[in-house]
């Protein structure tokens, strides 16, 4: 069986008829609750849709300075290599490119030096 409160019920003067008529008092508390929850809920959507321009924007911009970055690395790279295409294109620079490769000259003889290993 259902117990009642009575601290919830406020009872109002006794009609003609003699009887007492029970309101509740958290009716008014409860409708008030559910429009201040009702009130926060649209005020949340509206700030999302406010803020939602701007994070958009950081998030953008944190994209376009990565590929700056990105942009600034390939033009080095780019750089590097037409200055290799260049050197490889002379005379000397072949020679230089297939010495580091381990070539030699007809009559030459290949020396390789090995450190010796240090023990610790």
Known sequence: MIEMRHDLIAKTPRRATGK???????RGNALGIIVVCLALL?????????VRPVLLNYCEGHAVKQLRQEHKMAQKENHRL???????????GAVAGARELGYVRPGEVPVSIEEPKVRR
Not at 42 to 50: L, S
Not at 82 to 92: N, T, V
Request: proline share 0%; aromatic share 14%; charged share 35%.
């Open 20 to 26: 007492t008529k029970r309101t509740w008092k958290w």
């Open 42 to 50: 649209v005020c949340a959507g509206f700030v999302r849709k406010a």
């Open 82 to 92: 037409k200055r290799d295409i260049a050197l490889y294109q002379s005379r000397s």
